[in-house]
């Protein structure tokens, strides 16, 4: 079976202190229609060397299906809100999946859809 590559859409991550913060977030980029979903997990643990020091927190973590075009607006908006000097925004590829997952996706972070009123 061929794996089916797709170049447009992929999965943004950001991890934030707080879950639900993390959530308002989320449904703030989807309203915007900036991402199509997100898959909150409010509790992950993160190991991280920050000033020197290593540091062990508690942290929230989302990845949002979204289109590659979209990444910049997304990194622009939560740079702008996030209570982080610099927050863990990075996208991911999605190398393949559902067609129909991926046209959704592509669908639903138009501004306006077809015969949609965005």
Excluded: K
Aim: charge should be negative; charged fraction near 25%.
């Amino acid at each position: 079976m061929e794996e089916h590559v797709d170049e447009e859409c992929c999965e943004v991550v950001v991890t934030a202190p707080d879950p639900e913060w993390l959530a308002g977030l989320t449904r703030d980029l989807v309203e915007q229609r900036v991402a199509a979903c997100g898959h909150l997990l409010p509790a992950v643990r993160s190991i991280y060397r920050w000033d020197g020091e290593v540091h062990d927190e508690p942290e929230a973590r989302v990845g949002l299906h979204t289109r590659r075009a979209l990444v910049p607006a997304i990194v622009e908006h939560v740079t702008a809100v996030h209570p982080y000097d610099v927050p863990c925004v990075i996208a991911l590829p999605l190398r393949g999946g559902h067609p129909g997952y991926l046209a959704w996706i592509r669908y639903e972070t138009e501004a306006t859809p077809p015969g949609g009123t965005g």
